[in-house]
Structure formats: structure tokens, C-alpha cells
């Protein structure tokens, strides 16, 4: 570590007039690097090159020049005596976000000759570094719908020794993107070591989100000793809704036969927000019902609110009983993000035997013939009706 030592920026005495100069002294320290997200002890060296007893700095306090990315409070060290060196750690918390280099400065207020007083700026610069944490967060999934509300899961762990106390988790999106719902930020009484903590939080991704925003996450915490922050910034990507369904289903034959084959026409319509590359359609073999010919069907793109017919032809088991089948198709495409996605769809395929068919179509023309014959002697009888009275009125005349 180097030594850095320390210039006055500027310096105030008050007192009574005429105001002697005040002991001459310097601050000093070694610390060049601080940890982000974290409470920094710098080692602050006071060296008071002052005589005599009317030489000591009385009522000293320290304190931080307002410095974007770092805190700190007033240290009170009392007195130091002349021609004496004291160092005192200086207490200074690191935003997790804190710049690589922050330029900042110590101020020093005492009093001398019991009523006069000094007040000076010694600039100091330093580093900030990323530092071992003992938390640890993640965020999932990566992956969100636009459009829909999605649950994050936000995993917190302590990796280290000892348990941590008093945790607020904040998470942070950018506005045009999503929407936060629930309280923020998400309070936790404690982590013990080695254990973990799983919360959810619910956002609204809007439609119009970009393809690639951040999601902050933000840890405040106590260690034991000081206040301590950890920081996970995630990029979550966003894909637009899918929703293929199908219609106007059409079989060729209507009713197939065991050990024949026969056509699915359909028509897919995507009634998402998105649309669908690369859509392939596929019959699933299940039940005695498989593909014929190629496995699946290649159908291209099928855009936002479009639609595109799309015909399977499929040959059925000879050994297949009469009844009703559910047959899945399997659709494959690829989403705004060249992701594989899949989803299924089924449709209803009666299945009848070519036996059967034929019973019920004798049946059919059975019952027809049936009618036909009934009408033809009724017709025979009224004509045999008509001739017997005709005969009997001729017999008649004869015998009178």
C-alpha cells in the first residue's frame, strides 16, 4: 500500500483577535483501494508537530467531504497531543455501484489554545475494487414474456461465517420496460451461514418492452460489525407471445378404417403478439395412429394474428378397434429470441371398420327394400279387390 499524505485545501482559525498560527500537523494514510459495498475502515494518521502544552489539538473531529458513492459520519478523537501521532480508523461506506475512482477529502475540525479553532480540507483520493461478499443473489428466470405479468424468483444466499442481519432487498427496472407489483423494498430479520432465501416478486413486463433491459438488484445488510451492501445487475431478455391454436379440422376419409390411411387438413392460427419462424407440424404415433410418409411437416413462418392451412396424412393399425381417438400434433417453432419451442394440440378421429360399414349399408338398403315390397302388396291386393267385385257383379247378372 502507498503512503499518501495529504495537502490543506484550505484552512479557518477563529478566535479571539490577534488569532495565533495555528500547530502545525499533517493527516496521512495507506489506504488506496476501497471494497464496494461495504463499510471501509481507512486508517487516518494524525500527526500533531506542536510544543509544549499549548500545542495540543483539543475537541478534534473528523470528517467526509459529501462525495457521490460514499458515506460517513463525524468521528470524534478528542485530543491530540503535541508533538504525538495518533491514527484512527475512519469509518466509510462504499455504494456497490460506487465509480472505479472517487476523488474526496477529510475535513478536520479542533480547537488550539483552548479557544481558538482550525478547520481544514486535506484532499485524498481512492480506488474502489469489488471485494469477497458473503451474499450472494441471483435473479431468474432470465428469460420473460412481454406483454404478461412474470415471477422472478430472487435467490439470496450467505456464503459466510456468520449470519446476517437486518437484509432489504430492492429490486429496480427501468420504467419504459416493466413495472414492479408488491412492496419495495422486501425485508428480511436474517440469513443464517451457509443457508439461503427465496422470494418472489411479481412484474408486468409491458408490450413494447425492449428485447434486452437490466434488472438491479440491491442488498442492504448488517454484518455483525457495520453496514454492508451486495449488488447483481441482470440483463433480462423479453420475447413476445406465442399462441397457436387450431380449425377447421377436416378428415380424408371422414370416418378412416383400420389399416388405411388417411388426411388431417387444419388450419393454425397464431393469436399471439409475436410471431413464429422455422413452424413445423408432427402426429405424434399413439393408440394405433402414426405419421405416413415424412415425420413431420415443414409450414414456415406463421406471423402475428395469420393463419396457414397445413395437411398430415396418417395411416392407422389393422388390429384398431370402432371409436373415437385423441390424436396429438406436435408443433415445433422457433420465438422472437431463435429458441426451440414446442406445444401440442390434439384432434378427435373416429375410427370405424369397413364391416361395419357395409352392415349398416345392407341394413340401410334392407330397410328400403322392405318399404318397396310392403307398397307392392298393397297395391296387388286392392287390384285383386277390384277384379273380385267386378266378378262377382258379372256373376250376378248372369243368374238373374
Known amino acids: 500500500m502507498l503512503l499518501v499524505s495529504a495537502t490543506a485545501v484550505y484552512a479557518g482559525t477563529g478566535g479571539p483577535a490577534p488569532v495565533p498560527a495555528p500547530p502545525g500537523y499533517n493527516l496521512t494514510t495507506n489506504a488506496t483501494a476501497l471494497c464496494r459495498g461495504q463499510t471501509n475502515y481507512i ?29 460517513a459520519s463525524t468521528l470524534d478523537i478528542g485530543t491530540v497531543p503535541a508533538n504525538t501521532a495518533k491514527t484512527y480508523k475512519f469509518p466509510v461506506f462504499v ?29 485524498m483520493s481512492f480506488t474502489t475494487r469489488a471485494c469477497v461478499e ?72 409491458s408490450k413494447n ?22 449488488w447483481n445487475d441482470t440483463q433480462l431478455l423479453t420475447t413476445g407471445i406465442i399462441n397457436i391454436t387450431s380449425s377447421s379440422l377436416t378428415l380424408s376419409p371422414t370416418v378412416p378404417s383400420p389399416g388405411s390411411i388417411f388426411s388431417i ?27 405416413y410418409g415424412g415425420n413431420s411437416v415443414f409450414i414456415g413462418s406463421v406471423g402475428a394474428d395469420s393463419q396457414v392451412p397445413v395437411t398430415l396424412s396418417a395411416t392407422t393399425d389393422p388390429s384398431m378397434h370402432n371409436g373415437v381417438y385423441q390424436i396429438p400434433i406436435q408443433i ?8 426451440n419451442v414446442s406445444q401440442s394440440i390434439t384432434v378427435p378421429v ?12 345392407i341394413r340401410s338398403r334392407a330397410s ?33
Open 43 to 71: 486508517p487516518i494518521t494524525i500527526t500533531n508537530h506542536g510544543t509544549g502544552d499549548i500545542g495540543s489539538m483539543q475537541d478534534t473531529t473528523l470528517g467526509l467531504v459529501t462525495t457521490r458513492g460514499m458515506l
Open 95 to 123: 455504494d456497490a455501484n460506487a465509480s472505479l475512482y472517487i476523488p474526496t477529502g477529510i475535513t478536520i475540525n479542533y480547537f488550539y489554545y483552548e479557544v481558538y479553532t482550525d478547520s481544514e480540507v486535506q484532499n
Open 134 to 205: 458473503p451474499i450472494t443473489a441471483t435473479i431468474s428466470p432470465k428469460i420473460i414474456t412481454a406483454g404478461a405479468i412474470e415471477n422472478l424468483t430472487l435467490n439470496i444466499t450467505n456464503a459466510g461465517p456468520y449470519t446476517l442481519n437486518a437484509l432489504s432487498v430492492s429490486l429496480n427496472v427501468p420504467a419504459s420496460d416493466a413495472a414492479l407489483l408488491g412492496n419495495q423494498p422486501i425485508e428480511i430479520n436474517s440469513i443464517r451461514p451457509h443457508s439461503s432465501m427465496i422470494l418472489s416478486q411479481q412484474v408486468y413486463v
Open 209 to 230: 418492452a425492449s428485447q434486452s433491459f437490466p434488472a438491479n438488484l440491491t442488498i442492504d445488510y448488517y454484518n455483525g460489525t457495520a453496514l454492508s451492501q451486495a
Open 265 to 291: 387438413s387444419l388450419v393454425l392460427t397464431n393469436t399471439g403478439s409475436s410471431g413464429a419462424s422455422a413452424v413445423t407440424a408432427a402426429i405424434v404415433p399413439t393408440n394405433g395412429i402414426s405419421a
Open 332 to 339: 415445433n417453432y422457433l420465438n422472437g429470441l431463435r429458441q
Open 350 to 361: 373416429q375410427i370405424l371398420a369397413s364391416n361395419a360399414i357395409n352392415v349398416t349399408a
Open 368 to 400: 328400403g327394400g322392405s318399404g318397396l315390397l310392403v307398397l307392392v302388396l298393397i297395391i296387388i291386393i286392392i287390384v285383386l279387390l277390384v277384379l273380385y267385385y267386378r266378378e262377382r257383379k258379372k256373376i250376378s247378372r248372369h243368374m238373374k
